[in-house]
Structures are given as C-alpha cells and as structure tokens.
C-alpha cells in the first residue's frame, strides 16, 4: 500500500488521480529546491566565512566571466522552466475541469444555513444527500439562499464556492462506488461544522430504481405547473402581439436587450430575468414585468428555468421522466390558466408582465 494515501482521501472521481499527480509533483520539486537551497547556504556560509582581519582575496573572486554568465543564465532559466511546466500543469487542469463534456447529468444545488439542497431533473429532491451513478459525469448548478458556501467533496477533489444571486457550476465523474462526505468548505455561520452530507456513488441500475421512487414528475412539469399559477403564461406566448418575448427556444441563444447589447440566455441570465426583470429588458418589449423576489425562492426558479430549458427541443433530456398522469395535469393547468387569463384581460387587468 502507497503511505502516501494514507495521508489523503481515496480517490473516488476521475480527476481525484490527476490533481493528486500534481500535488505530488509540485511538493517533491519544492522539497528539492529547499534542500538545494539549504545545503547551498550552508556551504557558502563555511566556506567564505571571515577568518580574520587579514585582507585576503575571495575565493572566486577571479572567475572567468563566461562562467559567471553561464551560472548566471543556469539560475535564471532552470527556475522559469520548472515554473513553466508548473503553469502548463495547472492551467491543463483547470481548462479541463472547467469544461464539463456535453453529455453531463445535471443537478441542481441550493445551499442554505445549514444544509444542501439537491433537486434532479427526474423530480426527485434530497436534502444533505447527493445520489449519482458510477460512471457518469455529474454538472452540478449551484446557488445559495443567504450567505456564501463552498461545495467541497474531498474525495473527488473537487471544491467551488456557491454564491447568493448567481450560478456557479462543478463538474466530475465519479469512478467508484460508494459513500463520500460533503462538506461546506467555507465558514457560513454559528452551525458551519454541521453543515455536512453525503455524496452516495450507485451502480446505474440501482440509481435509476432510486431515481424512480417518490418522485412527483420532472423537475420541468413541477415548472411547467409553476409556470402557469404564477400567470407566466399571460404575457410569454408564441403570439406576434404577445406583451413578453417567447421562451421557447431561448435558452443557449444570444438575446438583444435594449440599447443595443447583448446577454447570452443561460442560468444566470433566466434567473436575473426572472428576479430582476427590468435590469436587461429585451429590445421590442416594454419594462412592464414585475419581480418576483417575494414570491419565488431558490427552488421555484430553479424549476422555472428546467421548463424554460425543456421549451428548446420536443424531446429535450429536461423533461426526461415525465409521466402520462404529469402531462395529463399540466394540459389542465394550461386550460385553467387560460381561462383565468382571459378573464382578467376581459375586466380590464393591467398586470405587470415581462420581457
């Protein structure tokens, strides 16, 4: 057995042996170094003491000046090529785990004082749990409800800070099954150590049969439903005259705000639309939707935004899990909400609604 695994988590994701390799790495040239540099100092702190107040000349001091040059260039560019290679190493690494493959699982993550919220597109929801198969590479979106967290997982090596007001997002692939802790790496209050969990690795199987049970439907018919009571609807048609733009297609694509720039339509993007309507208002559409920070928490925009994304494609994976008796529900959501639309618009109501 290795001692130095000992010293460190087992290695649970793909990544988790790569950054180990330059941790290793980094730590034996710096040990090295060290050593050289030491034993340096103490040679040349013995061997050109001051013996006495003799003026002797200094050993060395009539070098040729090639050599001093060739010594000189030594110390210089052996330093910067090792940095180098360093800098390579890392920044290989970081593109990599910074780019998640196109075919990742995405998971949905809230923290909060003082536990993880975790909601999957199947519709099942686990608090202080992280339930994933063996084998795939896992997206996780992550926001927070009040202060700033950091999603650690010292198994996969894998760390990133969740922030309140925006998304932040972490990719991994888990390569052995079983239980890995989750901690909250970053200090979020009077019960930070507490904030703890679970990241529980299955066989794909088995997570499917979990993924089954007890779920609700998907996390875009959950939004779907949410879509229509909150009257979402009345202005976001598919009408030419419709007093909002149409969502469908929108996720991935650039949108024109007014005074002429542009937003690229992803989370962060739905979310500050959904929250703070009026900060980038799409150009053709009236300021006129009003915020629903009171009204809708983390949760609920994270399932507004898994039907805003479903809207893309007829067979888009976000609505993977759908069942009959949830579409038969959301086709009756859809006619209610239609008829209590076109009464209030028949009396006249002048809601505030959105671009």
């Not at 050593?35 to 100092?41: K, P, R, S, Y």
Request: charged content about 20%; glycine content about 8%; some cysteine.
């Amino acid at each position: 057995m290795n001692p130095l695994r000992s010293l460190f988590p087992e290695q649970g994701s793909t990544m988790a042996g790569e950054v180990d390799a330059l941790f290793y790495f980094l730590s034996i040239v710096s040990v090295l170094v060290a050593g050289v540099i030491g034993v340096l100092l103490c040679f040349f702190a013995v061997r050109y003491r001051a013996r006495s107040n003799e003026r002797t000349p200094m050993r060395g001091a009539g070098a040729a000046p090639d050599a001093i040059k060739r010594i000189e260039a030594l110390w210089i560019f052996g330093p910067f090529l090792i940095f180098l290679i360093f800098f390579y190493w890392g920044a290989s690494l970081f593109v990599s785990f910074s780019t998640p493959p196109p075919d990742t699982m995405p998971v949905f993550i809230i923290g909060k004082q003082w536990m993880w919220k975790a909601q999957h597109l199947g519709g099942r929801r686990e608090i202080n749990e992280l339930h994933l198969p063996v084998g795939r590479a896992v997206k996780l979106t992550m926001t927070s409800e009040d202060v700033i967290h950091s999603f650690f997982v010292p198994a996969f090596r894998v760390k990133t800070d969740v922030l309140p007001g925006r998304y932040t997002t972490m990719w991994f692939q888990p390569s052995k099954v079983g239980q890995y802790h989750l901690f909250c790496a970053e200090y979020c209050g009077t019960k930070h150590s507490k904030m703890i969990g679970t990241v529980v690795v299955m066989e794909p199987k088995d997570f499917q049969a979990w993924l089954s049970e007890g779920s609700e439907g998907s996390l875009a018919e959950v939004g779907e439903k949410l879509f229509n009571e909150t009257g979402c609807k009345t202005c976001h048609t598919d009408k030419n005259d419709a007093r909002g733009p149409s969502l469908r297609g929108l996720y991935g694509r650039e949108v024109r705000i007014q005074g002429g720039d542009t937003a690229m339509a992803d989370e962060n993007y739905l979310r500050e639309s959904i929250l703070d309507p009026r900060k980038k208002v799409v150009a053709g559409y009236q300021p006129i939707m009003p915020t629903y920070v009171a009204q809708l928490n983390e949760e609920k925009v994270v399932q507004l935004i898994a039907y805003i994304r479903s809207l893309e494609l007829e067979q888009d994976p976000w609505r993977a899990g759908a069942s009959d008796a949830g579409a038969e529900g959301g086709t009756n959501a859809d006619q209610d909400t239609d008829a209590s639309v076109d009464v209030a618009i028949e009396a006249g109501a002048d809601q505030e609604k959105s671009p």
